[in-house]
């Protein structure tokens, strides 16, 4: 069952950003770092020894949060840098990736070091929930730098793809 509420929480917050973006492309490349963070679930989840199980799985949803997050932070502020300042799309993926890699990071490893106590089961009962903070932090370290590479690849891909508006005048039928 936690398999279906994880689908379908990928497929309400995809519909929802559809929606804020007005695009169908730009959610979906939000949503390709959720791939991105599985590969450093598994991970961490070999390295450690760790089953997946239902804390791993709660993580994993928690994880899909925070990722989209990232990447909403990211592609929100290339847009505003192409509206507002009328860059060029290669410009704004620049301008975007350099200034809002300090935000992306601070998410990402405050979320890490917060997690690592729980991580290693230090205390009582967080044997229970070290599956959950082990693939959060695992997803979290791959996530975060994939994302700062593949979103503005991707971006630059499906700006490159759209279809230009035609600048031709209108003839007049007489």
């Given amino acids: 069952d936690l398999f279906f509420v994880i689908i379908l929480a990928v497929v309400l917050v995809y519909m929802i950003m559809v929606g804020q973006f007005e695009s169908?492309?730009?959610?979906?490349?939000?949503?390709?770092?959720?791939?991105?963070?599985?590969?450093?679930?598994?991970?961490?989840?070999?390295?450690?020894?760790?089953?997946?199980?239902m804390q791993s799985l709660l993580g994993v949803l928690l994880l899909g949060g925070i990722v989209v997050n990232n990447a909403i932070v990211y592609i929100t502020y290339t847009n505003q840098?192409?509206?507002?300042?009328?860059?060029?799309?290669?410009?704004?993926?620049?301008?975007?990736?350099?200034?809002?890699?300090?935000?992306?990071?601070?998410?990402?490893?405050?979320?890490?070091?917060g997690l690592i106590p729980m991580a290693l089961a230090i205390g009582s009962g967080n044997e229970l929930r070290a599956p959950m903070a082990r693939s959060v932090i695992g997803g979290l370290l791959v996530s975060t730098f994939l994302t700062l590479i593949f979103i503005p690849v991707l971006y630059t891909l499906f700006e490159r793809l759209k279809p230009k508006d035609s600048k031709a005048p209108a003839t007049k039928k007489a």
């Avoid at 979906?28 to 959720?34: A, G, K, Y």
């Avoid at 963070?37 to 199980?53: E, H, R, S």
Wanted: with cysteine; proline share 5%; aromatic share 12%.
């Fill in 24 to 53: 169908i492309s730009q959610p979906f490349i939000i949503m390709f770092t959720i791939p991105l963070a599985l590969i450093g679930v598994l991970w961490m989840l070999f390295f450690t020894g760790t089953t997946i199980n």
């Fill in 81 to 113: 840098l192409r509206r507002e300042k009328e860059m060029g799309c290669m410009d704004a993926v620049i301008e975007a990736g350099r200034v809002r890699m300090r935000p992306i990071l601070m998410t990402a490893f405050t979320t890490i070091f």
